[in-house]
């Protein structure tokens, strides 16, 4: 179907000789002779582009304008001027018009004009969708369980997400703490800026100082140029600092200024540089008794544990068991194209009765290896393993052979590996260090 588009002017003539050009290019023409019925047409059915006369019975089509944008961004706008009045014009596009004409110009001009107004209304509306879809996908409403625990922990992130206080989550490995902190960023104020993930121990402590802090050029052997640091990547967005318990001692106190003083300063140089960032940190450690240990700076640890989430393992959220592993099998069977769509009582009740050391991400491995080994449509118990902790072994050598394969059509860029393989950044960092892949 064609854009609509809606002609607000009360001179009859103009409005009809352009409603008549329009319709002839196969547009959907409305008119209103006031910005008060083109406010009500605009409630009631949506409009591509409106083309708006300045001086209105009821208004003016500048001010008007600013209206629009506020109500329905989505929407452009071409306001018609008077002839020698092309201030009025100038404003109208500082209050958010793609553009004005001057009335009595060639009318052939309108149509170029009108075209590239709808084609940057179709694109704000493809990057609509694709926020939106972006944002269900990190939203809490992404995260799956009914169980009291869970829930506790969801309503928690959810109370502080839209503040911009520093996040501590802990619990065991493969309990979802990224999800979690993904979440947050994406119902914060700050998710339309970067949500930016490293594993701390997944490198070395030289190796970490630079990603975070970045680099001046000549601050080491093979630094050619000056090179941004993770935390300039993060500026106006969020940090998340997974196994946060596994940074060494010193770099803890070149964070801790960070968060005190939003100030830094890059390998090699001495220019203070300052970002903006909300930090969310992560461990799979008790970080009291790291901290009792003298393996983590206390000032640090109260001032990340200003709200900390605990998530709980899967052995205490086994009713969530199932609603997992249903999800689980629709995200494989629709990758691998097979026709798996139910779980037998058999194999539910052997999946209940496991441990699960490794949480869901064990529990979201040994979905993935029944739905390779199942041909009908249902998963039975005979496509489980012997042993749960046989679970990992046949398939993490498929696993580190996927993601060996997938760097490698990647040229090793680890951002679009991370991509194509449906994970997030950080998780692909360990499970590179996991398998030893570089």
């Not at 704000?124 to 990190?138: G, T, W």
């Not at 990603?211 to 080491?220: P, R, T, Y």
Request: charged share 25%; with cysteine; hydrophobic share 40%.
């Amino acid at each position: 179907m064609n854009p609509a588009i809606l002609i607000i002017d009360d001179e009859v003539k103009l409005r009809g000789l352009l409603a008549r050009i329009l319709a002839l290019e196969g547009y959907v023409v409305k008119e209103a002779t006031t910005l008060k019925t083109a406010k009500e047409m605009l409630a009631k059915e949506p409009f591509a582009v409106l083309i708006c006369d300045v001086k209105l019975p009821d208004g003016n089509g500048v001010e008007f304008t600013s209206w629009l944008k506020k109500h329905f961004p989505a929407t452009e706008i071409i306001v018609l001027t008077a002839f020698g009045t092309i201030q009025d014009g100038i404003q109208a596009m500082k209050n958010g018009a793609f553009d004005y004409i001057t009335k009595g110009e060639d009318n052939n001009k309108i149509i170029p004009l009108l075209q590239r107004a709808i084609e940057k209304q179709q694109l704000q509306i493809k990057v609509k969708e694709l926020q939106d879809k972006i944002s269900a996908r990190y939203s809490f409403s992404s995260i799956l369980g009914n169980s009291q625990r869970i829930k506790f922990a969801i309503a928690a992130a959810q109370r502080v997400a839209i503040t911009e206080t520093t996040v501590l989550l802990t619990g065991e490995t493969g309990t979802g703490k990224e999800v979690f902190a993904q979440a947050i960023h994406a119902e914060s104020n700050r998710k339309d800026n970067s949500f930016v993930a490293i594993n701390c121990s997944a490198f070395s402590r030289e190796l970490l100082e630079n990603e975070l802090f970045g680099h001046k050029a000549g601050a080491f052997t093979g630094a050619l140029k000056d090179g941004k640091g993770l935390l300039e990547e993060a500026d106006k967005g969020t940090l998340f600092l997974d196994e946060i318990g596994e940074m060494a001692i010193d770099l803890q106190a070149k964070l801790l200024r960070v968060l005190e003083t939003g100030e830094f300063y890059r390998l090699g140089d001495n220019q203070v540089r300052k970002v903006n960032i909300r930090l969310i940190a992560a461990t799979n450690r008790d970080l009291q008794k790291e901290m009792e240990a003298g393996r983590f700076r206390e000032d640090l640890y109260y001032r990340l544990s200003v709200f900390q989430i605990e998530l709980p393992p899967l052995r205490d959220r086994t009713e969530d068991i199932p609603l997992l592993a249903n999800h689980f099998i629709q995200v494989f069977a629709a990758r691998m194209n097979k026709k798996v769509t139910f779980i037998s009582d058999a194999y539910l009740t052997r999946l209940c009765k496991m441990n699960w050391k490794g949480n869901i991400r064990e529990l979201k491995n040994c979905i993935e290896r029944s739905v390779i080994l199942t041909d009908g449509t249902e998963l039975e118990p005979s496509s489980l393993p012997s042993q749960p902790d046989a679970v990992g072994v046949d398939l993490a050598s498929m696993e580190k052979a996927h993601i060996q394969k997938v760097l490698e059509q990647c040229n090793h860029n680890k951002t679009e590996t991370a991509k194509l393989l449906g994970i997030g950044l950080t998780t692909l960092y360990r499970k590179m260090e996991e398998y030893q892949l570089h």
